[in-house]
């Protein structure tokens, strides 16, 4: 993208944004970019679930022919159990299926949800963008945005500056938040990410494999050097090891949760998504533990 592209986008961007507070402030329509936080004081309100179809159990990365044993539950459901207000709605392996039916009716029942515009390589962006934008938006007040998932791991799904820049546009101008997803140990942090990032509202920031956890804390701290300190930063929380096809071991639960905790406090990162919504039923420590910990500070006020 061009610099004389770059400046008048956003020049462009931020007359729009000016235009939508102005607009709020006169009583007019609500938006998520007026003057009203996006979310609330406690760290419960800033949690979410990384949602997919139930039967996206069966798909978990197994080894040694093993397969999944025990409960499985859809996506709204996955929030309740955990305690978890905000949902992810992420396609995967094409499930479910677009027409969708009465399979989105269920996220009625979440305060926030926001749709993978991306689903390994299924597809175009662009299909998926005109279903948030014109089935999803009109039908559902509390939906949020759009998530460009897996973007810079995934090949297929790499768009070009221009691109993203008219996605974010697209979504800006319907009054919708755009989101992007980044490895700390498959993408780690380039400067060639940073034009992307820029025009994401939202960064979301995981560990793929539970073994490199101890590094995590450390990189999230660079990424919120690296976007800047008025981006949102989610951090991604997983309950399950898709490289080792099992839970993530109790002990790098409990040191992925310390140090979100930490990293809550200090403001560092806007929230927490955990992952999977699917296994949030299981009786395993994982789930369990994370569980027990946002009973215990799901109340907590963000910063304190």
Not at 236 to 259: C, I, K, N
Request: with cysteine; net charge neutral; glycine share 10%.
């Amino acid at each position: 993208m061009s610099n004389e592209k770059k400046v008048n986008r956003g020049a462009s961007r931020r007359e729009f944004l000016g235009g939508i507070a102005a607009a709020a402030a006169a009583g007019g329509c609500r938006s998520l970019f007026a003057t009203e936080p996006f979310y609330g004081p406690t760290i419960r309100d800033r949690l979410w679930m990384w949602g997919h179809h139930a039967q996206m159990c069966h798909k978990s990365g197994f080894k040694d022919g093993r397969k999944w044993e025990g409960p499985t539950v859809e996506q709204a459901e996955g929030c309740r159990l955990m305690g978890i207000p905000n949902d992810c709605f992420i396609r995967w392996g094409n499930m479910p299926v677009h027409p969708w039916g009465d399979y989105i009716e269920q996220f009625r029942q979440v305060k926030r949800f926001t749709f993978g515009i991306t689903d390994g390589g299924n597809g175009s962006v662009w299909d998926k963008l005109d279903w948030a934008i014109n089935e999803i938006k009109p039908a559902f007040p509390n939906f949020t945005g759009g998530f460009l998932d897996d973007f810079f791991s995934v090949k297929a799904l790499t768009q070009t500056e221009d691109a993203v820049a008219k996605i974010a546009d697209r979504l800006h101008e319907n009054g919708l938040r755009l989101s992007i997803v980044v490895y700390s140990d498959q993408d780690g942090i380039k400067p060639a990410f940073k034009p992307y990032l820029d025009m994401c509202d939202e960064t979301s920031f995981w560990c793929w494999h539970s073994k490199n956890l101890g590094k995590h804390e450390e990189a999230v701290r660079r990424m919120r050097d690296f976007i800047g300190p008025e981006k949102s930063l989610l951090m991604g929380v997983y309950m399950w090891d898709y490289t080792l096809g099992q839970p993530v071991p109790a002990d790098r639960m409990e040191m992925q949760l310390e140090f979100a905790h930490r990293l809550l406090r200090e403001k560092v990162v806007t929230g927490l998504i955990f992952h999977p919504t699917y296994s949030a039923a299981l009786d395993d420590p994982s789930v369990n533990l994370a569980k027990q910990w946002i009973r215990a500070h799901g109340e907590d006020i963000w910063g304190v």
